[in-house]
């Protein structure tokens, strides 16, 4: 605290100042908040203890307006000497001290000024100092020389200084240029000296200009940025240009142009993108040709078929529409070979409820699961034995009610993805005959998935259960 009764104990305690000269240290103190706001600094007044050996502080003022150098105040402790030199110098000598290095007593540089407080008698009362915090700036400072002395040695390495061993340009693919400000070739590795000869079938000698030889680095060489990348097609070749301006000292010593040929990686995307495209059209006709098989056999269902087939085109109709389903997710989503097996479950649980629900029964359908992507092939294995075991729950679950519920859940445990599809229906009777809707089930997850299927009673109704390996999941 810089009160006037604080200072005034501390003077009379700790120093041979008297009752005026005390009082003008505590008339500058009144002015130290203003200075240390305005400094963006910390401000300190430091007198000299009564064996004029060591100073004490006696006021401070930390700054509002940055962060402060210390952490706990510092109003009552010793400045010593060997930290402070230029705060005893001051005190000794009454001349002032601007930009001294020194070291608080919490271990952090600053840079410190130093002026001294005189009394009507002119004589040297006080010190009053400012500490600024240089450390980050010190720092920095260390960081640019090691980065200057870095780039100094991996510019000698580059350039080929040691006699020794072989420049490394030599031992890159990348065609690579050293050139002066304007373009004047200093040197060329192999790869650029083959690429040069390739694209004009003549030889860009020492001395020369790059951009007489190779006209298209014209813009490349002469841009102002210091690093500058681009790419460029010339002579049906696409090459990736990078242009690093090479300095030392703050002085230019020349500019290094790496070229590389990205020809095959180009045409390599590009055949990729065609079979993507390819991949779509193929899974956008897959649909198209599912939804019109099932179109036919709607149409011939509306045309009139024997009530006891009818049940059995309804199951083909589900299942193809089922398959489609897998489809219609790979397009809406931006992968051409996976499917979102909540997307997916969710699609063909409402499609079917939705189709078998009648007026007599309502049926509602919840799922709950996380977001997983499995690949087409698996999924449609996964849509037909989902198809199956809610259209199981419809024609055997709610027989002789007028509502039901069904839940399709699923997770990933460990290695394995868990499908369940539970009801709350009249409950699965274990010495019945399976349905075909249920060898199918146990078929295509045994052969086709590597998995387990489960049927089982439970508490309220049924559950169906199928786990499957997570290998081959994104």
């Known amino acids: 605290m810089n009160d006037a009764v604080s200072i005034k104990s501390i003077c009379e305690e700790h120093t041979s100042l008297s009752p005026v000269e005390i009082q003008t240290i505590i008339e500058v103190s009144n002015t130290l908040q203003y200075t240390a706001d305005l400094s963006k600094a910390n401000i300190f007044i430091d007198c000299l203890m009564k064996d004029n050996k060591h100073a004490i502080v006696v006021a401070e003022a930390a700054p509002t307006t940055t962060r402060p150098i210390y952490e706990n105040p510092v109003v009552g402790k010793k400045a010593y000497e060997t930290f402070e030199p230029g705060v005893y110098y001051c005190l000794r000598s009454g001349n002032a001290m601007t930009s001294n290095r020194a070291i608080t007593q919490e271990r952090t540089q600053v840079e410190q000024s130093v002026v001294p407080i005189h009394s009507s008698e002119n ?51 990348e065609a690579f240029f050293f050139v002066e400000e304007e373009g004047n070739l200093l040197y060329s590795n192999p790869a650029a000296i083959n690429l040069v000869h390739g694209l004009t ?123 489609a389903s897998v489809y219609e ?35 509602g359908i919840s799922f709950e699961g996380i977001n997983l992507t499995i690949e087409s092939k698996r999924a449609v294995s996964v849509a037909l034995v989902i198809n199956e075991l809610i259209q199981n729950c419809m024609n055997h679950a709610f027989r002789g009610r007028n509502s039901g519920k069904i839940l399709v859940s699923f997770r990933h445990e460990e290695d394995y993805i868990k499908i369940s599809v539970k009801d709350n229906g009249i409950g699965y009777i274990p010495h019945t005959k399976p349905s075909l809707g249920l060898e199918i089930v146990n078929m295509m997850v045994e052969n086709d998935l590597a998995g387990e299927f489960q049927l089982q009673k439970v508490v309220q109704g049924t559950e169906a259960s199928i786990a499957f390996p997570f290998k081959g999941m994104m």
């Open 123 to 173: 004589r040297v009362i006080g010190a009053l100092v400012m500490e600024k915090d240089i450390s980050d700036q010190l720092k920095e400072r260390a960081e640019l020389k090691a980065l200057s002395k870095t780039a100094e040695s991996l510019s000698d390495v580059l350039l080929g200084v040691s006699e020794k061993q072989p420049m490394i340009p030599d031992l890159i693919e």
């Open 201 to 323: 079938g003549k030889e860009c000698k020492s001395g020369e200009n790059l951009i007489h030889c190779l006209p298209f680095l014209e813009d490349i060489i002469l841009h102002p940025d210091d690093l500058f990348v681009t790419e460029v097609e010339i002579s049906n070749k696409i090459f990736k240009v990078k242009k690093i301006l090479l300095s030392q000292h703050d002085k230019y010593n020349g500019k290094f142009i790496v070229l590389r040929d990205m020809t095959d990686l180009r045409d390599k995307e590009k055949e990729l993108i065609m079979k993507s495209v390819a991949i779509q059209e193929i899974h956008h006709r897959v649909k198209n040709n599912l939804q019109t098989v099932a179109s036919l056999l709607r149409l011939q269902m509306r045309r009139g078929i024997p009530e006891e087939s009818k049940v059995y085109f309804l199951e083909s109709l589900n299942r193809i529409l089922s398959i």
């Open 329 to 363: 997710v790979i397009l809406s989503n931006s992968s051409i070979d996976e499917v979102d097996i909540y997307e997916l479950i969710e699609k063909i649980g409402t499609m079917l409820v939705y189709m078998e629900t009648s007026a007599e029964t309502k049926v």
